[in-house]
T-cell receptor, first 114, second 109 residues
Framework: KAGVTQTPRYLIKTRGQQVTLSCSPI?????VSWYQQTPGQGLQFLFE???????NKGNFPGRFSGRQFSNSRSEMNVSTLELGDSALYLC?????????????FGPGTRLTVL | GQSLEQPSEVTAVEGAIVQINCTYQ??????LSWYQQHDGGAPTFLSY????GLEETGRFSSFLSRSDSYGYLLLQELQMKDSASYFC??????????FGAGTTVTVRA
């Protein structure tokens, strides 16, 4: 099976702009989660989508939003970009077989806000 | 909320044994997972403990004590390729997966 893919891999934006990141999960996986990773902060949970519904949301401002399509592909959007939004954004998919399900991560999108 | 504590850095020589501790405070608990991330790469799943005790997978082992809210990842016979960041993660009652800040393991020749 192909792994989780994320596009684009790198992105440079300026403050105030908005950005949309895309994630294609492993075939058959119904759950997609998004994380923000910055140096020293580990992975901060943004939100999780399952069957086109947002199941969970982390402690991020409303500028961060996402959605999931019927084919399980997911997008996340960040509006009114701030310098602090510069980070690696990781997407992870899982089959969602229960509490033991393993997260399979994509390579991430490196966002730089100037 | 959730909090996970793990050391920020560990350095060891090839062939040595390294133990990475993780203590957690969560609302509910479904198990402790460990992920490995090489510099510039994606995190990859290493192990999962739902019950107390030791789980062994090759050179890596993971331990959990639910009563102590504590677990560890044991890396044995260290190799240069084990130089990476290691994250513990816990899924809570809301089914959110929370990660620790990560431990950077540096293996020296």
């Amino acid at each position: 099976k192909a792994g989780v893919t994320q596009t684009p891999r790198y992105l440079i934006k300026t403050r105030g702009q908005q950005v949309t990141l895309s994630c294609s999960p492993i075939s058959g996986h119904r759950s997609v989660s998004w994380y923000q990773q910055t140096p020293g902060q580990g992975l901060q949970f943004l939100f999780e989508y399952f069957s086109e519904t947002q199941r969970n949301k982390g402690n991020f401002p409303g500028r961060f939003s996402g959605r999931q399509f019927s084919n399980s592909r997911s997008e996340m959007n960040v509006s009114t970009l701030e310098l602090g939004d510069s980070a690696l954004y990781l997407c992870a998919s899982s089959f969602d077989s229960g509490s033991t399900d393993t997260q399979y991560f994509g390579p991430g999108t490196r966002l730089t806000v100037l | 909320g959730q909090s996970l504590e793990q050391p920020s850095e560990v350095t060891a020589v090839e062939g040595a044994i390294v133990q990475i501790n993780c203590t957690y405070q969560t609302s509910g608990f479904y198990g402790l997972s460990w992920y490995q991330q090489h510099d510039g790469g994606a995190p990859t799943f290493l192990s999962y403990n739902a019950l107390d005790g030791l789980e062994e997978t090759g050179r890596f082992s993971s331990f959990l004590s639910r009563s102590d809210s504590y677990g560890y990842l044991l890396l044995q016979e260290l190799q240069m390729k084990d130089s990476a960041s290691y994250f513990c993660a816990v899924r809570d009652n809301d089914y959110k997966l929370s990660f620790g800040a990560g431990t950077t393991v540096t293996v020296r020749a």
